[in-house]
């Protein structure tokens, strides 16, 4: 099994014939945006909404149809809910807003697709929701069957759709259910895994067979779906030890033949949220403990890894800075068309360039402090992600794939960021989602 049989561009049967149906733009989680910013060739232009919401993802329905998707940080007082609004575009004004989603009273962030059945997906904590597509109206609800945080959803060939709870080290294991798209019905008894798994799941085709993969505790799993029937396979790659000096791993990226994820994302906000329940709620608030910012509980080097389809034993290690008490609250990505891998330290700062046409080898740096889920235009060499600034800014900056160069950077309007997530919008675009501020950028 070598490669990827579906195209970057070839529309999967799951989703919405769109763009950016689901988060990372599709279940690879490539994060590949089509055409580009050309940001060295324009100025950019930003609409922000203080909208006081945990934004987390924006997806596209039909050609201007978007929808951002998140929760409440309520950390403490009233009960948090779900919520899902469509947004105009041009003004970041809801045009459309879901009933209060129940969530279990779990705070996380959690995941929103647009399914080819034509309806709005929404995972939130403990429950899964389908809302209609106009004015968001509750469709079906189903209460999921493990009391925990859910941290992703992604559509299957099939249609069916698929979730997994979030689980740290010595919480058992995370349970994969696996539902019908119309009614939520579970089609098949859930899944539990060998360990608990952190990081959200990804999906690919090969050869007309569809893998999944998740991250564990010690263990990268695959899943396969068989005769419509999901079952765990003997494939698995050994990626840490438990107890060991690097963290757990965050979401995988397949591409060109591997599977990438970046370790150490346990940092103490993650423990702190998930080792409370309902996760993430507290009689008083958390305060600045809840800070990504703190010290990583562990002293390795934040650690990029590169597993073969093809072979699990096969993988290699890099560790792109080499400064003790690496961490990260976000995935890396790799980019086939320049040969390379992006991957960052968020704890300590800086930004890599890790060229992956033979061994790996750091091709650039960058000192900036990225958190969040990026975003790529192959075609135009353009990386988007964010830094959080010395003086408190999220900024955007725009970096040059191949050489590292500082293309541009925009200021959002946001003091605070975190591991959500940049969305490609198609028309030199991106969308900028963080706790309180919604954002909107275009390169005129």
């Known amino acids: 099994m070598t490669g990827t049989a579906i195209d970057r561009n070839e529309q999967h049967p799951g989703y919405w014939p769109s763009a950016w149906p689901v988060e990372c733009g599709g279940n690879r989680r490539q994060k590949a945006g089509a055409g580009g910013l050309h940001a060295a060739q324009g100025t950019?232009?930003?609409?922000?909404?203080?909208?006081?919401?945990?934004?987390?993802?924006?997806?596209?329905?039909d050609p201007g149809q978007w929808y951002v998707g998140g929760t409440l940080a309520a950390f403490s007082g009233p009960p948090p809910h779900g919520w899902v609004q469509r947004i105009?575009?041009?003004?970041?004004?809801?045009?459309?807003?879901?009933?209060?989603?129940?969530?279990?009273?779990?705070?996380?962030?959690?995941?929103?697709?647009?399914?080819?059945?034509?309806?709005?997906?929404?995972?939130?904590?403990?429950?899964?929701?389908?809302?209609?597509?106009?004015?968001?109206?509750?469709?079906?609800?189903?209460?999921?069957?493990?009391?925990?945080?859910?941290?992703?959803?992604?559509?299957?060939?099939?249609?069916?759709?698929?979730?997994?709870?979030?689980?740290?080290?010595?919480?058992?294991?995370?349970?994969?259910?696996?539902?019908?798209?119309?009614?939520?019905?579970?089609v098949e008894k859930p899944l539990v895994l060998p360990e608990g798994s952190m990081g959200r799941i990804a999906a690919d085709i090969v050869d007309g067979r569809e893998y999944v993969y998740v991250p564990g505790i010690e263990h990268l799993f695959r899943l396969s779906l068989d005769?419509?029937?999901?079952?765990?396979?003997?494939w698995k790659a050994h990626y840490r030890d438990e107890g060991g000096p690097w963290g757990l791993a965050w979401d995988a990226c397949v591409s060109d033949g591997s599977v990438w994820l970046m370790d150490c994302g346990?940092?103490?906000?993650?423990?702190?949220?998930?080792?409370?329940?309902?996760?993430?709620?507290?009689?008083?608030?958390?305060?600045?403990?809840?800070?990504?910012?703190?010290?990583?509980?562990?002293?390795?080097?934040?650690?990029?890894?590169?597993?073969?389809?093809?072979?699990?034993?096969?993988?290699?290690?890099?560790?792109?800075?080499?400064?003790?008490?690496?961490?990260?609250?976000?995935?890396?990505?790799?980019?086939?068309?320049q040969s390379m891998a992006i991957a960052w330290d968020s704890v300590n700062g800086g930004l890599a360039g890790v060229s992956t046409a033979g061994p790996l080898e750091v091709a650039w740096q960058l000192d900036v402090r990225p958190s969040m889920q990026p975003v790529v235009f192959p075609e135009t060499g353009e990386l988007a992600i964010n830094d959080f600034t010395d003086a408190g800014s999220d900024d955007v900056i725009i970096v040059d794939i191949t050489t590292g160069e500082l293309i541009d950077r925009v200021e959002t309007g946001s003091r605070i960021a975190n591991g959500m997530f940049l969305s490609a919008g198609g028309d030199r675009d991106l969308w900028y989602c963080t706790?309180?501020?919604?954002?909107?950028?275009?390169?005129?």
């Open 88 to 186: 105009d575009p041009t003004s970041l004004e809801s045009l459309a807003q879901s009933p209060k989603l129940p969530c279990g009273e779990h705070v996380w962030c959690g995941a929103i697709l647009a399914h080819a059945n034509g309806s709005i997906h929404s995972v939130n904590g403990s429950y899964i929701h389908r809302l209609h597509p106009q004015d968001l109206s509750v469709l079906a609800e189903r209460r999921l069957p493990a009391d925990r945080a859910h941290n992703g959803v992604l559509a299957l060939s099939d249609g069916t759709l698929i979730t997994k709870d979030l689980r740290l080290e010595g919480q058992g294991g995370t349970t994969i259910t696996r539902l019908h798209p119309d009614t939520l019905e579970i």
């Open 266 to 337: 346990d940092v103490e906000s993650v423990r702190m949220i998930h080792n409370t329940l309902p996760n993430g709620r507290w009689d008083e608030a958390p305060g600045a403990s809840i800070s990504w910012r703190r010290p990583a509980p562990w002293p390795g080097a934040q650690r990029l890894i590169r597993v073969s389809i093809d072979d699990p034993t096969n993988f290699e290690v890099i560790e792109p800075f080499g400064v003790p008490g690496g961490g990260i609250i976000a995935p890396p990505v790799h980019v086939p068309e």
């Open 227 to 234: 005769s419509s029937t999901l079952v765990l396979d003997d």
């Open 435 to 444: 706790t309180t501020v919604l954002a909107r950028i275009v390169w005129r």
């Open 44 to 61: 950019a232009e930003v609409t922000t909404s203080k909208n006081r919401l945990w934004n987390v993802m924006a997806i596209e329905r």
